[in-house]
C-alpha cells in the first residue's frame, strides 16, 4: 500500500513537472524565438538593433540611457541657467526618447528593439512611414497599445483597423480637405479674436491694480480652450460653452489612462486597480451621454452639413450588423470623441509649444511677423486663399 501511495506521488510529480516544462517551453517559443525568428529576418533586409536580453528585452538599456539623459540635462541646465543661455531647447526628442536618439545615431534611421516579448520597428523615415499608413489591410495600430485606448477613443478612426478604419477614413476625411478647412478660417479667426481680447481684458484689469501693464496668463490652458471652440465649432456647429463638459471629462480620463507606461509596462499585468477602473467606466458612460445630448439636439435641428452631420449619415450606411440602433449610436459617440480629443489637444499642444519657441527667438517672431504683412496687407482679416504664401 505504502509503495503504491509513492508510486502515485511520484506519477503527479511527473506531471507536474512536465506540465511546467511544456508551459515554459511554450511561452519561450511565443515570446523568444518568435521575437528571435522576426530578428532575424529583418537582419537579413539589413534591419539592426540593440541585442536584447531574454526577459526584458531592451528595457533595462533604455531605462539607464533615460536616466543617464536626465542627469546630463539637469547638469546643463544649471549650467545654462548660471551662464545666462537657453534654458529650453526645441529639441524634445533626446529629452523625452532619449534612447531612441541613440540607437538611430547607431543603428540608422530604421532599426528594430525589444520590450520583453514585444519586438518593434523604429522607423525615421517619413516616405516609408506614409507608404505603411496607405497599407491599412496589413498594417495597422498595435493591439497592446489600442487596448488600453479604448474607454478614451472607442472603436473611432483613431483605434481602428483595416476596413473599419478605411469606411471611417471615408467618411471623415472629406470634411478635411482644403476647400472644407479655407470655409473655417472665419470661424478660427472669431475664436482667436476672442481669445486675445480676454488677454488684452487681463492685461487692462492687471494695470488697473497693480500700475504694470502685465499679467499672469496660463497660455497653455487657454489654447486648449481656444482649439476646442474652433473644433467644437467648425465640425459640430456648437460653442465651446456646450462642449465644455465634454473636454473637461475627456482630458480627466486621458490623464488617468497615461499614468500607465506604454512602453516600460506597468503593474496588474496590463489592467488599472479598481478604483481607477471605476472611474474610467464611469467617465466613459459620462462622456457618451453628454456627446448623445448633443446628438440629439443636432437631430431636433435643421443645421448645416458639418463633420458631425456627415458622422450621422454615415452611420446609417455602414456595416451594421445585428443591433443596428446600438451600432448606430456607437458608431457616432466614438467618432465624435476621437475629434473631440484628436482635434483640441494635439493642436493646443502644437501651439503651446510653437509660442513658447517664438517666446524664446525674437527673431523669428520678426520673420513671422513681416511676413504676414506682405501676405495680408497689415489688415487683421485672414484671407483663405493666401495662405499657401505663408512659408515661414
Known amino acids: 500500500m505504502e509503495t503504491l501511495s509513492l508510486l502515485i506521488i511520484r506519477t503527479v510529480c511527473a506531471m507536474a513537472v512536465v506540465a511546467a516544462l511544456s508551459t515554459l517551453f511554450r511561452l519561450y517559443n511565443s515570446t523568444w524565438k518568435s521575437s528571435e525568428r522576426l530578428r532575424k529576418r ?31 540635462d539637469k547638469a546643463s541646465a544649471c549650467s545654462r541657467q548660471r551662464g545666462g543661455g537657453e534654458f529650453v531647447a526645441h529639441d524634445y526628442t533626446s529629452t523625452l526618447f532619449p534612447y531612441f536618439e541613440q540607437w538611430r545615431k547607431e543603428y540608422g534611421p530604421v532599426y528594430t528593439y525589444s520590450t520583453g516579448a514585444r519586438q518593434h520597428l523604429y ?13 491599412f489591410t496589413l498594417l495597422g495600430k498595435p493591439s497592446y497599445l489600442t487596448k488600453r485606448l479604448a474607454p478614451m477613443l472607442g472603436n473611432g478612426i483613431l483605434r481602428s483597423n483595416g476596413p473599419s478604419w478605411a469606411q471611417q477614413r471615408k467618411i471623415v476625411a472629406p470634411e478635411f480637405f482644403m476647400d472644407k478647412v479655407k470655409g473655417m478660417v472665419g ?25 504694470k501693464a502685465a499679467a ?8 486648449r480652450e481656444f482649439s476646442a471652440d474652433v473644433i467644437s465649432r467648425a465640425c459640430f456647429g456648437s460653442s465651446y ?10 482630458r480627466s480620463l486621458q490623464m488617468i489612462i497615461s499614468k500607465q507606461s506604454f512602453l516600460f509596462g506597468h503593474n ?14 464611469n467617465l466613459e458612460k459620462e462622456i457618451e451621454s453628454l456627446i448623445w445630448k448633443v446628438i440629439e439636439e443636432r437631430e431636433r435641428e435643421c443645421s448645416d452639413k458639418d463633420l458631425m452631420q456627415m458622422i450621422m449619415e454615415g452611420a ?14 456607437q458608431f457616432i459617440v466614438d467618432n465624435c470623441k476621437n475629434i473631440y480629443f484628436a482635434g483640441h489637444e494635439a493642436t493646443a499642444v502644437a501651439a503651446s509649444w510653437c509660442l513658447m519657441l517664438l517666446a524664446l527667438h525674437p527673431e523669428w517672431q520678426q520673420r513671422v511677423r513681416e511676413e504676414v504683412r506682405r501676405v495680408f ?13 505663408l512659408k515661414t
Not at 127 to 133: G, P, T
Not at 199 to 210: L, Q, S, T, V
Not at 380 to 386: F, G, K, M, Q, V
Open 42 to 72: 529583418l537582419n537579413m533586409q539589413g534591419i539592426g538593433g540593440p541585442p536584447p536580453s531574454l526577459l526584458y528585452g531592451n528595457v533595462p538599456e533604455m531605462q539607464r540611457i533615460q536616466t543617464r539623459a536626465a542627469l546630463d
Open 123 to 135: 522607423i525615421n523615415q517619413p516616405e516609408l512611414v506614409k507608404e505603411l499608413n496607405q497599407c
Open 187 to 211: 470661424l478660427m479667426g472669431e475664436s482667436a479674436q476672442q481669445l486675445l481680447r480676454s488677454w488684452d481684458e487681463r492685461i487692462e484689469a492687471a494695470a488697473a491694480e497693480g500700475g
Open 216 to 223: 499672469d496668463i496660463r497660455v497653455d490652458e487657454d489654447l
Open 241 to 250: 460653452s456646450k462642449g465644455k463638459e465634454i473636454f473637461s471629462k475627456l
Open 268 to 281: 496588474f499585468f496590463g489592467f488599472l486597480p479598481a478604483k481607477k477602473s471605476r472611474e474610467v467606466n
Open 316 to 329: 446609417v450606411y455602414s456595416d451594421q450588423g445585428l443591433d443596428k440602433d446600438l451600432f448606430r449610436r
Open 377 to 389: 496687407g497689415g489688415g487683421n482679416i485672414l484671407d483663405p486663399e493666401s495662405l499657401t504664401q
